[in-house]
């Protein structure tokens, strides 16, 4: 009798190793035919500017090289009123703040 149970111990590992071969099998072909796959293509970003955005850039550039004012001409202004020869033209003075205050409130 312990010979029968010795014997069916060793058929039942010898069914349980041929088992996990076959799973082992199993893995292996699948591993080998994830990598033969092709692998998708990843997607790229891509990122597009409206006219208004690319216009609005050549301007900031342009902002950001020149010197904010000109120099020379507020040198002259300084002069021409320091010795009294600027003189303010009341008519266009008013007409310019007419349209700034309508083009800003209005």
């Given at each position: 009798?312990?010979?029968?149970?010795?014997?069916?111990?060793?058929?039942?590992?010898?069914?349980?190793?041929?088992?996990?071969?076959?799973?082992?099998?199993?893995?292996?072909?699948?591993?080998?035919?994830?990598?033969?796959?092709?692998?998708?293509?990843?997607?790229?970003?891509?990122?597009?500017?409206?006219?208004?955005?690319?216009?609005?850039?050549?301007?900031?550039?342009?902002?950001?090289?020149?010197?904010?004012?000109?120099?020379?001409?507020?040198?002259?202004?300084?002069?021409?009123?320091?010795?009294g020869k600027y003189q303010v033209d009341s008519e266009k003075l008013a007409k310019n703040l007419a349209d700034f205050e309508?083009?800003?409130?209005?």
């Open positions: 009798m312990v010979n029968q149970v010795n014997g069916s111990n060793q058929q039942a590992n010898a069914l349980t190793n041929a088992k996990q071969q076959q799973v082992d099998l199993k893995k292996d072909n699948a591993n080998t035919q994830a990598a033969q796959a092709p692998s998708p293509k990843a997607a790229s970003d891509s990122v597009s500017l409206t006219p208004q955005a690319q216009q609005l850039k050549t301007l900031q550039d342009k902002a950001q090289q020149s010197p904010g004012f000109d120099s020379d001409k507020v040198a002259e202004l300084k002069k021409a009123i320091t010795e309508f083009n800003v409130y209005g």
